[in-house]
């Protein structure tokens, strides 16, 4: 016997309810194959899947978005540090600073290398670092440094940061949409089941081939396993003999 095929994706379930309003509609108030109160539940699973559905589609394309700005963040804070670190490391070296790097809280340990700034923690951290190294070292009497200014280095580390926090609430916002969507898929396709076994209880027809039918303009999918078609064939047609001689 072929089985009944539950929606999988999204835009079948949404299929598979419209098709079952749909017959309500049409029917326009003559019996159906379900009761009056199976359609005020398919009108609210209906809607409450669409809405919280259009609400998760929004969450997933604002943090698909800003992603961008935040990569553009991102790239721009350490090229900032990153430029500072280089300038604060040659004035360094040319003995233009008097040993100040010292300031800096452990630039000093990287024997004049850069730090690793490959993370958003690590870019955060040290342009953090320069800021208050440059302040310090600053008013105890050293020279700023310039191209970039640490005024310029604070301001996009501050972007970043920002944009960190936003790209955090957005995807709190789309991991919140997409557990409620996991739960509504589960309780759609409850939903849909219990109305189709109503709906084909409710069928009364003279063969099976009848019945699947009518069952199949309220939305209800039937699948035939590999062979089965044939076979249901045959024994439709046998069925089908039966009843014209009968």
Do not use: C
Not at 81 to 104: D, P, T, W
Not at 116 to 132: C, F, H, R, S
Not at 201 to 225: C, H
């Amino acid at each position: 016997m072929p089985y009944r095929r539950l929606p999988t994706t999204d835009k079948a379930r949404i299929r598979a309810l419209n098709s079952a309003l749909g017959k309500v509609i049409k029917e326009n108030g003559r019996k159906l194959a379900f009761s009056n109160h199976s359609v005020e539940e398919l009108q609210n699973v209906k809607n409450n899947f669409e809405n919280h559905l259009t609400q998760y589609e929004l969450d997933t394309k604002l943090q698909s978005e800003n992603i961008k700005e935040y990569k553009t963040a991102f790239d721009t804070a350490k090229m900032y540090v990153s430029h500072f670190m280089q300038v604060l490391l040659f004035a360094s070296e040319r003995g233009e600073i008097n040993g100040g790097i010292k300031y800096y809280d452990g630039l000093d340990t990287y024997e004049g290398k850069l730090p690793p700034l490959n993370t958003e923690k690590e870019i955060l951290e040290w342009g953090n670092k320069m800021v208050k190294g440059e302040q310090e070292r600053m008013q105890r009497g050293g020279s700023a440094i310039y191209n970039p200014s640490i005024a310029l280095v604070k301001f996009k580390v501050a972007e970043l940061h920002d944009a960190a926090i936003f790209q955090q609430t957005l995807k709190r916002n789309t991991l919140r949409s997409f557990d409620k969507m996991q739960h509504l898929r589960k309780v759609t396709n409850d939903f849909i089941s219990k109305l189709w076994t109503e709906i084909e209880e409710s069928i009364d027809a003279e063969s099976p081939k009848v019945k699947r039918q009518l069952a199949q303009e309220y939305g209800i999918v039937y699948v035939f396993r590999r062979n089965e078609k044939k076979k249901m064939s045959a024994e439709e047609l046998q069925t089908d003999l039966l009843f014209e001689f009968a």
